[in-house]
C-alpha cells in the first residue's frame, strides 16, 4: 500500500497571531505528519461586509462581528507567509495553504507552492477551477456540500484545463463543524471512486480520529484533518478539530493501518505466529490405558494442547486401529502408536 498523504489543517486556528501559527507547525512536526496547511485570502475579496457567519462560527465564536469582520481579523500577511515556509523548512514538515482568490492563488504559486488544495466553497467557481488548472501541477480537491454530479462537473474543468488525471485527488468531505457521525456517509468516498475514476481522499470535520482512520482502511490516498493547541481557544474551527496528542494518535494509527494493509491478502500463516502453532493447537492423546493390539476406542483418546501429535482432523483414521504397544494415559498419540 503506498503512504498515506497527511495535511494537518492549521487553517485559521493560528487566530491570526503568526507564535500561534509557529507553535502549530511544532504540533504539527511532532506528530508527523506530510502538510501543515494554512488558508491564504483577503477577506475583502472573499466575502461581502454584509454576509452571515456560519452557525458553527456563531456556536463557536462568542463577539458579534460579521463575516467579514471575522475573516479579517483571521488573514496572514504575505510576510508572515514567508515566516511560515521557513519555520516549516526548519521543522522538515511540508507547508501548505489554500488560496481563495486569484490574487491569493497568485501569491501561493508565485512563492513555489505547486499542490493546489481547493476548498469545498469553491467547487462550483468556474473561473477559479480553471486558474488552478492552468498553474498547478497537482491537486486536491474537497467536496463538501457537492452532489456527484457537481463533482463531474468541477473534476473535467480541471482535466481539461491540463491537470492530469492521476494527480487529482478528490477528497470525500461533509461541511458541517463538527460533522455528526451518522452524516459521514464514509462509503460516499468510494462512490466518487468508481465514478471518476480518480484518486481519492478524506477531509473530516468529525470529533475524534476514528473516521480518518476507517477512510484509510477504505483506501484513502490522502487525509486531510483540523487541528488545534487548544479545543477551547475563540475562533470559529477550533471545536472541531484535534489538540496535539490527538493528532499524534491519528498518524500513528494511519501509519499502523498501513502496515496492516500490506500484506499479500492470501490467507496463511504469518511468520511470526508460525512459532505458536503447536502450542495453540492441540492433538489426539490417550485418555484411558490401552493395551497393545487393543483397538482405539473414541472412549480411549483425547484432544489436547500441544499440537505436534496426529492431527485431531484424523480422529476418524485413529479410531477402529490396534495399537502397536502399551498406552499410558496422557500419551500423545503418533502414527508409530498405530498398526
Not at 481547493?118 to 486536491?140: M, Q
Not at 480537491?141 to 454530479?149: P, Q, W
Amino acid at each position: 500500500m503506498s503512504r498515506t498523504l497527511i495535511i494537518a489543517e492549521a487553517g485559521v486556528n493560528h487566530n491570526g497571531d503568526i507564535r500561534l501559527a509557529k507553535k502549530l507547525i511544532d504540533v504539527a512536526a511532532k506528530a508527523g505528519v506530510d502538510y501543515v496547511k494554512f488558508q491564504t485570502f483577503k477577506a475583502s475579496k472573499l466575502v461581502t461586509k454584509k454576509a452571515k457567519r456560519a452557525e458553527y462560527q456563531d456556536t463557536n465564536t462568542k463577539n458579534n462581528d460579521s463575516q467579514f469582520e471575522m475573516l479579517k481579523k483571521l488573514e496572514l500577511s504575505q510576510e508572515d507567509h514567508f515566516h511560515l515556509i521557513e519555520y516549516c523548512k526548519n521543522k522538515n514538515v511540508e507547508f501548505l495553504s489554500t488560496g481563495f482568490d486569484f490574487d491569493s492563488v497568485d501569491f501561493l504559486y508565485e512563492i513555489g507552492v505547486r499542490l493546489a488544495k481547493i476548498p469545498s466553497g469553491e467547487i462550483t467557481n468556474l473561473p477559479y477551477l480553471r486558474k488552478i488548472a492552468d498553474l498547478f501541477p497537482e491537486v486536491i480537491l474537497s467536496t463538501g456540500m457537492a452532489d456527484i454530479k457537481e463533482i463531474k462537473d468541477a473534476v473535467e474543468v480541471l482535466l481539461k484545463g491540463g491537470v492530469e488525471r492521476e494527480k487529482l485527488t478528490v477528497l470525500h468531505c461533509n461541511t458541517e463543524y463538527p460533522t455528526p457521525m451518522s452524516d459521514v456517509n464514509l462509503k460516499a468516498m468510494l462512490h466518487i471512486k468508481k465514478e471518476l475514476g480518480v484518486n481519492v481522499g478524506y477531509s473530516d470535520h468529525t470529533l475524534g480520529v476514528e473516521v480518518p482512520i476507517a477512510a484509510v482502511a477504505l483506501g484513502a490516498k490522502v487525509i486531510e484533518k483540523h487541528f488545534t493547541l487548544d479545543r477551547n481557544m475563540e475562533g470559529p474551527d477550533h471545536k472541531a478539530s484535534l489538540e496535539p496528542d490527538e493528532l499524534k494518535l491519528m498518524v500513528n494509527s494511519i501509519r499502523n493501518i498501513e502496515k496492516a494493509l500490506e500484506g499479500s491478502g492470501i490467507k496463511e500463516p504469518s511468520n511470526s505466529e508460525l512459532k505458536n502453532k503447536e502450542i495453540a493447537r492441540k492433538s489426539i492423546h490417550v485418555k484411558s490405558t490401552i493395551k497393545k493390539n487393543e483397538l482405539i476406542t473414541e472412549d480411549a483418546i483425547t484432544v489436547l494442547r500441544p499440537g505436534d501429535g496426529i492431527s485431531p482432523m484424523e480422529w476418524d483414521k485413529v479410531i477402529g486401529k490396534k495399537v502397536s504397544k502399551d498406552l499410558e494415559p496422557f500419551h500423545k498419540l503418533t502414527w508409530e502408536d498405530v498398526l
